[in-house]
Nanobody, 124 residues
Framework: QVQLAESGGGLVQAGGSLRLSCAAS????????MGWSRQAVGKEREFVAG????????YYADSVKGRFTISRDHAKNTVYLQMNNLKVEDTAVYYC?????????????????WGQGTQVTVSS
């Protein structure tokens, strides 16, 4: 079973930057698509960014395009989310996702493995 360990959340002022990391271990983690979703208080969890297990494609929610960048280090089984020009509305718990069925759009399959989440708070 794949396990995910997230790090990098915190408090930052609007316009600032943070980088989230998610390390995968166990199972066949290297063959999973990986990425991030987030959930703000009172809202449903939403897709943020993702990268398939191979190839150069990346997927982003419209709300983060041009500000967030996802990258993957296959040697370390780790995915990163560089978040720049953060806005108050980016405040949420960010969850790392690992999808065994791959990634072909801005949604995760039902079999997706989730991390425990890391809080990102952007102050005005």
């Amino acid at each position: 079973q794949v396990q995910l360990a997230e790090s990098g959340g915190g408090l930052v002022q609007a316009g600032g930057s943070l980088r989230l990391s998610c390390a995968a271990s166990g199972g066949t983690a290297s063959s999973y698509a990986m990425g991030w979703s987030r959930q703000a208080v009172g809202k449903e969890r939403e897709f943020v960014a993702g990268v398939p297990w191979r190839g150069s494609s990346t997927y982003y929610a419209d709300s983060v395009k041009g500000r967030f960048t996802i990258s993957r280090d296959h040697a370390k089984n780790t995915v990163y989310l560089q978040m720049n020009n953060l806005k108050v509305e980016d405040t949420a718990v960010y969850y790392c996702a690992a999808d065994p069925l791959g990634l072909f759009s801005t949604s995760w399959s039902r079999g997706t493995v989730w991390g425990q989440g890391t809080q990102v708070t952007v102050s005005s």
